[in-house]
């Protein structure tokens, strides 16, 4: 599953060494959004969420098998809220506006990997050291 790791950096841009841990810890942000035991209340709360800003067609593409809508920072900044947005940042060394860039291009790919049959699994997408390995392999 290296590939979608790989895709990912490659989204974020250039390959500097000193980014990467800032591209790792995103990814690791990113899928404690979205795994069972994450501040979100897993898939389905982060879900909630974008139901809840009026942006839940955008959630149901990425889950469904259909073509993903993008998400733009705003309406990533709209769901995710000052609070967890600036902990994000924090936690990656980007400024709250490009963590909101950044996982409005790497969140629709993840969630679309993790939903193949197109439909969160009633028992939710996996807990956080599951999806480590699921995207990372050996590299945490």
């Known amino acids: 599953m290296m590939g979608l790791l790989d895709k990912a950096f490659e989204m974020l841009g250039d390959n500097h060494l000193p980014l990467m841990d800032s591209r790792t810890r995103l990814l690791q942000a990113a899928l404690s959004l979205i795994a069972n035991n994450g501040q979100s209340g897993g898939l389905h709360g982060l879900a909630e969420r974008f139901q809840e800003a009026g942006l839940d067609n955008i959630m149901r593409s990425w889950i469904g098998s259909g073509t993903n809508m993008p998400a733009s920072a705003s309406q990533m900044k709209q769901v ?13 060394g980007y400024t709250e506006q490009e963590a909101a860039e950044h996982l409005s291009e790497m969140l629709p790919e993840l ?9 969160v699994p009633p028992g939710g997408v996996g807990n956080m050291s599951a999806l480590l390995d699921h995207f990372m392999g050996g590299y945490h």
């Open 80 to 92: 995710l809220g000052e609070g967890q947005l600036q902990q994000i940042a924090e936690e990656t």
């Open 111 to 119: 969630i679309d990997q993790l939903t193949p049959a197109g439909h």
